[in-house]
């Protein structure tokens, strides 16, 4: 019996902790009945007994105490010194001792040795190509270099920088260490159960080349790739490589060398070793039940699998979605396309959302709502909405794309490639879009509100602010009625139905007149050709009147005059402070998430944008270019009009001057829908903070804002819920971490973030939503909260919503990942008078802070002027 050592047939899940995650993996893989060589792992508490027994622990400590991850320098020197100790030491005889035996019943000869961390090859992280391998070692000394060599991998450079960098602690990290037949492959190569490019979980991407597979694994050779269909074995794509070099076996360890010529472009595998290979993917698959990244060895015409992994980079897809073999759907991230954020909801936001959405079933379809509707899915934080019938017919998709286009060009784009790429399926499967027969009043509805809008522009704003108040007062005064926690949770769930329909209700009577611009630019390229310049008519779009989010950054403006007039500082208690807050302290930096605290809450962000106007010394100026565009824009609405009438005569003129008109008294009310979805959740949230409070009292949370990270149905459970709300907010950090988001998926897990385009040299391209050219330094912001935006720099960063813009008034310029001439930013930044482009692929990766660039938002060209 031993202590230290244990076979791979011996090993399953239940010892991690002992064997490590590759040592666990691979014990798993041979209870599965894959070809797994035989071998065994030298387990954690021998590198424990190891430390211990040469007094290492105390000496590494002192060593790693601090250590700047991104230091290179240090890194390398911290690591070198803890490897020096290892090497210097001797693994103890009793330890030495099991792994003879062990050994000697492989039957002593050349084995390959890799180390099995207990922080790797987890479904949350992977340490691939962290630590060291060692191949064809032969004898006892040669392996028990190559053992304490393993070991010591545990502290090289790479994986003490992945550890800093993922907060993955150093304490009591323990190493197993593999130990297995070599195979003295004549190919080999690495196999992903799901295609790593752009997630398709119905495919297999397959690498191979010749040699053994640390010329592919270590990235020394290109080698030839197939992606293959796993229900059709289908080969999809294939690509064969001029493959230079392999690793092959020497009389002691390994060595590099290369190809022979006659291999060099030869197919290292044929299509009956493909569907083995693929083969094998499906069952490591299905055995793990989550996609695997697999290392693989072939050998007198037998393939061993002697690794496999989690493959960590896949966006996780949403739970219960219909198999892509019956038919093929796709969902748009809401988040990112709908609000142009990339950030995750909090679990009650979700609850919130899917609360309000499941209306839209019943409005537009005519069905049951269901708790949970079919076409709503949520997948780390972000929601996922099923739009696959809307483009069941292909006479419609140039109109609902154009839509799409308004609010984010990119997803457009990208949609209507995928749409290319499968109109087959997507005209030929699953069911169209029916209009009920209970559509048609709501049809009825919404052209009366239009015609209204149109015929008595004046009074649609009373309208519009009529449905305002009457929706906002049946949330305070019901509020009022409730008791119980059932009562309260009941009527957030109705009232969330009711704000989702509340833009429905107020947009319409504005809908005519925010669109008559474009009828105007429509009018005046057919009557002066498709090059007619549109200056004038893009300054008619600057200062619009009546937007509450333009007016709540002049009242902030306002503000900070008058405390630098009067040489005093902010205080949340000050009563100006107090008045600002009972107008827009409902809103917050991801307004959306009822889960997360409004401006009224935690006031320092408003206190920290006066501070930095006051700071900037141009408050007038930032005033005054306000309602000097107002007055530009008034110019220029009579340059137009007068320039019709010499061309085009006197009834020309009068309707394109009433729709221009029309346009400055309307479309700035565009945001009003918003303004007041926003100020419904922040009293919903309240209500909620007294449900959270009674729970507190309970002993069922410990503080009232922990009822943000719990859902409906535990709240309902009775249960305690500390162990829930802990395990919610370490998960809503995780997928904080998550940057990159992709605008929609596929039931087959196939992700599109963006399109392909190719950019000149120091050249960035995007689309234009606000006109004017502007120079000036970059300032790459994530977060509005606390961001620092000097006066005149240009802000770059994935995409704004309300609570951004006050950033505006110090902008230069504005340059967005996402949004387009409709979304918060094109909107605000045309009101503001700032350029403006969005749309541009990566913009907060490939731009630096303090770089100079140029900004041309009549091209929507971004030309970068000095490099850091």
Same mark, same amino acid.
């Given at each position: 019996?031993?202590?230290?050592?244990?076979?791979?047939?011996?090993?399953?899940?239940?010892?991690?902790?002992?064997?490590?995650?590759?040592?666990?993996?691979?014990?798993?893989?041979?209870?599965?009945?894959?070809?797994?060589?035989?071998?065994?792992?030298?387990?954690? +508490?021998?590198?424990?007994?190891?430390?211990?027994?040469?007094?290492?622990?105390?000496?590494?400590? &002192?060593?790693?105490?601090?250590?700047?991850?991104?230091?290179?320098?240090?890194?390398?020197?911290? *690591?070198?010194?803890?490897?020096?100790?290892?090497?210097?030491?001797?693994?103890?005889? @009793?330890?030495?001792?099991?792994?003879?035996?062990?050994?000697?019943?492989i039957g002593n000869k050349a084995v390959a040795v890799r180390s099995?961390?207990?922080?790797?090859?987890?479904?949350?992280?992977?340490?691939?190509?962290?630590?060291?391998?060692?191949? +064809?070692?032969?004898?006892?000394?040669?392996?028990?270099?190559?053992?304490?060599?393993?070991?010591?991998?545990?502290?090289? /450079?790479?994986?003490?920088?992945?550890? $800093?960098?993922?907060?993955?602690?150093?304490?009591?990290?323990?190493?197993?260490?593999?130990?297995?037949?070599?195979?003295?492959?004549?190919?080999?190569?690495?196999?992903?159960?799901?295609?790593?490019?752009?997630?398709?979980?119905?495919? #297999?991407?397959?690498?191979? =080349?010749?040699?053994?597979?640390?010329? @592919?694994?270590?990235?020394?050779? *290109?080698?030839?790739?197939?992606?293959?269909?796993?229900r059709t074995q289908k080969i999809v794509d294939t690509h064969i490589?001029?493959?230079?070099?392999?690793?092959?076996?020497?009389?002691?360890?390994?060595? !590099?060398?290369?190809?022979?010529?006659?291999?060099?472009?030869?197919?290292?595998?044929?299509?009956?070793?493909?569907?083995?290979?693929?083969?094998?993917?499906?069952? #490591?698959?299905?055995?793990?039940?989550?996609?695997?990244?697999?290392?693989?060895?072939?050998?007198?015409?037998?393939?061993?699998?002697?690794?496999?992994?989690?493959?960590? /980079?896949?966006?996780?897809?949403? &739970?219960?979605?219909?198999?892509?073999?019956?038919?093929?759907?796709?969902?748009?991230?809401?988040?990112?396309?709908?609000?142009?954020?990339?950030?995750?909801? #909090?679990?009650?936001?979700?609850?919130?959302?899917?609360?309000?959405?499941?209306?839209?079933?019943?409005?537009?379809?005519?069905?049951?709502?269901?708790?949970?509707?079919?076409?709503?899915?949520?997948?780390?934080?972000?929601?996922?909405?099923?739009?696959?019938?809307?483009?069941?017919?292909?006479?419609?998709?140039?109109?609902?794309?154009?839509?799409?286009?308004?609010?984010?060009?990119?997803?457009?784009?990208?949609?209507?490639?995928?749409?290319?790429?499968?109109? *087959?399926?997507? $005209?030929?499967?699953?069911?169209?879009?029916?209009?009920?027969?209970?559509?048609?009043?709501?049809?009825?509805?919404?052209?009366?509100?239009?015609?209204?809008?149109?015929?008595?522009?004046?009074?649609?704003?009373?309208?519009?602010?009529?449905?305002?108040?009457?929706?906002?007062?049946?949330?305070?005064?019901?509020?009022?009625?409730?008791?119980?926690?059932?009562?309260?949770?009941?009527?957030?769930?109705?009232?969330?139905?009711?704000?989702?329909?509340?833009?429905?209700?107020?947009?319409?009577?504005?809908?005519?007149?925010?669109?008559?611009?474009?009828?105007?630019?429509?009018?005046?390229?057919?009557?002066?050709?498709?090059?007619?310049?549109?200056?004038?008519?893009?300054?008619? %779009?600057?200062?619009?009147? +009546?937007?509450?989010?333009?007016?709540?950054?002049?009242?902030?403006?306002?503000?900070?005059?008058?405390?630098?007039?009067?040489?005093?500082?902010?205080?949340?208690?000050?009563?100006?402070?107090?008045?600002?807050?009972?107008?827009?302290?409902?809103? =917050?930096?991801?307004?959306?998430?009822?889960?997360?605290? %409004?401006?009224?809450?935690?006031?320092?962000?408003?206190?920290?944008?006066?501070?930095?106007?006051?700071? /900037?010394?141009?408050?007038?100026?930032?005033?005054?270019?306000?309602? &000097?565009?107002?007055?530009?824009?008034?110019?220029?609405?009579?340059?137009?009009?007068?320039?019709?009438?010499?061309?085009?005569?006197?009834?020309?003129?009068?309707?394109?001057? *009433?729709?221009?008109?029309?346009?400055?008294? !309307?479309?700035?009310?565009?945001?009003?829908?918003?303004?007041?979805?926003?100020?419904?959740?922040?009293?919903?949230?309240?209500?909620?903070?007294?449900?959270?409070?009674?729970?507190?009292?309970?002993?069922?949370?410990?503080?009232? +804002?922990?009822?943000?990270?719990? %859902?409906?149905?535990?709240?309902?459970?009775?249960?305690?819920?500390?162990?829930?709300?802990k395990n919610n907010k370490e998960r809503y950090k995780e997928n904080?971490?998550?940057?990159?988001?992709?605008?929609?998926?596929?039931?087959?897990?196939?992700?599109?973030?963006?399109?392909?385009?190719?950019?000149?040299?120091? !050249?960035?391209?995007?689309?234009?939503?606000?006109?004017?050219?502007?120079?000036?330094?970059?300032?790459?912001?994530?977060?509005?909260?606390?961001?620092?935006?000097?006066?005149?720099?240009?802000?770059?960063?994935?995409?704004?919503?309300?609570?951004?813009?006050? $950033?505006?008034?110090?902008?230069?310029?504005?340059?967005?990942?996402?949004?387009?001439?409709?979304?918060?930013?094109?909107?605000?930044?045309?009101?503001?008078?700032?350029?403006? @482009?969005?749309?541009?692929?990566?913009?907060?990766?490939?731009?630096?802070?303090?770089?100079?660039?140029?900004?041309?938002?009549?091209?929507?060209?971004?030309?970068?002027?000095?490099?850091?």
């Amino acid at each position: 019996m031993f202590k230290y050592v244990k076979f791979l047939e011996e090993i399953t899940k239940e010892d991690f902790l002992k064997t490590g995650g590759k040592g666990s993996n691979l014990g798993e893989m041979v209870k599965a009945g894959l070809p797994v060589p035989g071998g065994f792992v030298i387990l954690t +508490n021998a590198y424990k007994k190891f430390i211990q027994e040469n007094n290492l622990q105390e000496k590494i400590d &002192k060593l790693i105490k601090i250590i700047d991850p991104n230091d290179f320098d240090q890194l390398n020197k911290v *690591s070198d010194e803890v490897k020096d100790l290892i090497y210097k030491s001797s693994i103890p005889d @009793v330890i030495f001792k099991e792994i003879i035996k062990a050994y000697d019943e492989i039957g002593n000869k050349a084995v390959a040795v890799r180390s099995s961390a207990t922080a790797e090859d987890l479904p949350g992280t992977s340490f691939a190509g962290q630590y060291d391998t060692y191949l +064809n070692v032969k004898g006892f000394e040669e392996l028990s270099e190559a053992i304490i060599k393993s070991w010591s991998s545990l502290w090289n /450079s790479r994986a003490l920088s992945y550890r $800093l960098k993922n907060n993955v602690s150093h304490k009591d990290l323990a190493h197993g260490v593999v130990v297995q037949k070599m195979i003295n492959g004549k190919k080999a190569g690495i196999m992903f159960s799901a295609n790593p490019i752009n997630g398709r979980r119905d495919q #297999t991407l397959i690498n191979a =080349s010749w040699g053994l597979g640390e010329a @592919v694994v270590g990235g020394e050779v *290109s080698p030839d790739q197939w992606v293959v269909e796993k229900r059709t074995q289908k080969i999809v794509d294939t690509h064969i490589a001029d493959k230079k070099v392999m690793t092959v076996r020497t009389k002691k360890g390994t060595k !590099t060398e290369e190809i022979p010529e006659k291999l060099r472009i030869k197919a290292a595998l044929n299509k009956k070793e493909i569907k083995q290979l693929v083969d094998m993917s499906i069952k #490591t698959e299905e055995y793990f039940n989550f996609p695997q990244d697999i290392e693989w060895v072939y050998e007198n015409g037998k393939f061993y699998l002697v690794q496999t992994r989690p493959i960590t /980079s896949l966006f996780p897809m949403p &739970k219960s979605l219909p198999d892509p073999r019956e038919e093929l759907r796709f969902y748009m991230n809401f988040n990112l396309v709908g609000q142009q954020i990339k950030e995750p909801l #909090t679990p009650m936001g979700e609850e919130f959302w899917r609360s309000a959405m499941k209306i839209y079933t019943t409005t537009f379809t005519g069905k049951p709502e269901k708790k949970y509707p079919d076409w709503f899915k949520v997948s780390k934080g972000r929601i996922f909405m099923d739009l696959t019938i809307l483009f069941r017919k292909k006479k419609n998709w140039d109109k609902i794309l154009e839509r799409f286009s308004d609010k984010d060009p990119i997803f457009s784009k990208a949609l209507l490639e995928w749409l290319e790429k499968n109109e *087959s399926r997507i $005209l030929n499967e699953g069911k169209g879009f029916r209009i009920p027969f209970r559509i048609f009043p709501i049809g009825i509805y919404i052209v009366s509100k239009i015609l209204y809008g149109k015929i008595k522009p004046d009074k649609a704003k009373e309208k519009l602010m009529k449905v305002s108040k009457e929706e906002l007062n049946k949330i305070s005064d019901g509020v009022k009625q409730l008791k119980s926690i059932d009562e309260k949770l009941h009527f957030v769930e109705e009232k969330a139905k009711d704000l989702a329909l509340i833009a429905f209700k107020e947009i319409f009577y504005v809908s005519y007149g925010i669109q008559s611009v474009k009828f105007s630019e429509n009018s005046l390229k057919k009557w002066f050709g498709e090059d007619v310049d549109l200056k004038d008519l893009n300054k008619v %779009r600057q200062s619009i009147p +009546n937007n509450p989010t333009t007016e709540m950054g002049m009242a902030l403006l306002q503000l900070s005059k008058k405390y630098k007039n009067e040489n005093r500082e902010p205080s949340p208690n000050d009563n100006e402070i107090k008045d600002f807050l009972n107008k827009y302290g409902h809103r =917050s930096s991801i307004e959306i998430d009822i889960g997360l605290p %409004r401006w009224k809450e935690d006031p320092s962000y408003v206190i920290e944008l006066i501070n930095s106007y006051i700071s /900037s010394g141009k408050i007038n100026s930032k005033i005054d270019k306000f309602y &000097k565009g107002m007055k530009e824009a008034e110019e220029a609405l009579n340059r137009i009009v007068t320039k019709v009438q010499k061309d085009k005569g006197s009834k020309q003129a009068k309707k394109i001057k *009433s729709k221009l008109e029309l346009f400055r008294k !309307t479309s700035g009310l565009r945001e009003q829908p918003k303004y007041d979805l926003v100020k419904g959740i922040s009293m919903l949230r309240d209500l909620l903070k007294e449900v959270g409070i009674h729970l507190v009292s309970e002993g069922r949370i410990k503080e009232a +804002n922990d009822i943000f990270y719990v %859902r409906y149905k535990d709240i309902e459970s009775g249960e305690k819920l500390h162990e829930i709300v802990k395990n919610n907010k370490e998960r809503y950090k995780e997928n904080l971490q998550i940057k990159s988001v992709p605008r929609f998926i596929t039931n087959t897990g196939e992700t599109v973030y963006s399109i392909t385009e190719e950019d000149d040299e120091g !050249t960035l391209s995007g689309i234009s939503v606000s006109p004017g050219v502007y120079e000036g330094k970059v300032r790459i912001i994530h977060d509005p909260s606390g961001a620092k935006l000097k006066s005149g720099e240009i802000l770059v960063t994935e995409g704004t919503n309300p609570a951004w813009t006050p $950033l505006f008034l110090n902008a230069g310029a504005l340059v967005m990942e996402t949004g387009g001439p409709i979304s918060h930013g094109g909107i605000v930044a045309r009101e503001y008078g700032i350029p403006a @482009v969005a749309g541009v692929r990566e913009a907060t990766k490939r731009l630096k802070d303090g770089q100079k660039i140029r900004v041309n938002g009549e091209s929507g060209q971004i030309v970068v002027l000095s490099h850091l």
